[in-house]
């Protein structure tokens, strides 16, 4: 199985900080990685895929680049909003893995 | 608009069953590959099975032979069989489209707490 590594697991920052979550694929996933969003007692919430690839509706702060097997998940100006649990999952091949998940929190 | 409903979640003994169900609104899942990913609580996210819109199912390892995802496409619906339970699986259970196997959509969830 694909194994993905996401880091930080936890991430302090302040409204209008850039932030920056990064998620390894194991092996290649030829960028079928999407970024979801999810608070809680919420459903995920797509953002990104394709590895950047922005879901329509969501705001242009959010952006994905990929690099190899090393994707980033990048919100420019951090929002009220934003504060959330982040996922990364690849779906180049079953079984499909998420990453552990990113919590962005107050600092 | 595209809506997705599980229902069928609650409280179960180790080693029982329960059928979990989720209907589609909106859309025809006939032209979509349909998943279920679990949760369990405070964890992230485990795919669980998907149905492909060909007819094909894939599961992951932890529950190969223990649960199994279906589909009818005329009454619109997804559903998993899960036998063999055990706590492990306490988990919400989300069902979710594939475009074709991008997550786009999820229903709000149903919780399933395996428990004696």
């Known amino acids: 199985d694909i194994q993905m590594t ?16 990064t998620c390894r694929a194991s092996q290649n996933i030829n960028n079928w990685l999407a970024w979801f969003q ?22 242009s702060r959010f952006s994905g680049s990929a690099s190899g097997t090393e994707f980033t998940l ?34 | 608009e595209v809506q997705l409903v599980e229902t069928g979640g609650g ?12 209907a589609a609104s909106g859309f025809a899942i006939s032209n979509h590959h349909m998943t279920w990913v679990r949760q369990a609580p405070g964890k992230g996210l485990e795919w669980v099975s998907v149905t492909e819109s060909g007819g094909r199912t894939y599961d992951a390892d932890s529950v190969k032979g223990r649960f199994t995802i279906s589909r009818d496409n005329s ?11 055990r706590a492990e ?23 399933v707490t395996v428990s004696s």
């Open chain 2, 11 to 22: 409280l179960i003994q180790p080693g029982g069953s329960l059928r979990l169900s989720c």
């Open chain 1, 74 to 107: 990048t919100i420019s100006s951090l929002q009220p909003d934003d504060f959330a649990t982040y996922y990364c999952q690849q779906y180049d091949s079953y079984v499909w893995t998420f990453g552990q998940g990113t919590k962005v929190e107050v600092k």
């Open chain 1, 6 to 21: 996401q880091s930080p697991s936890t991430l302090s920052a302040s409204v209008g900080d850039r932030v920056t979550i």
């Open chain 2, 89 to 111: 699986d306490t988990a919400v259970y989300y069902c979710a489209r594939g475009d074709p196997w991008v997550l786009g959509h999820w229903g709000q969830g149903t919780l």
């Open chain 2, 75 to 85: 009454k619109n619906a997804v559903f998993l069989q899960m036998n063999s339970v």
């Open chain 1, 38 to 59: 999810q608070k809680p007692g919420k459903a995920p919430k797509l953002l990104i895929y394709q590895a950047s690839t922005l879901e329509a509706g969501v705001p």
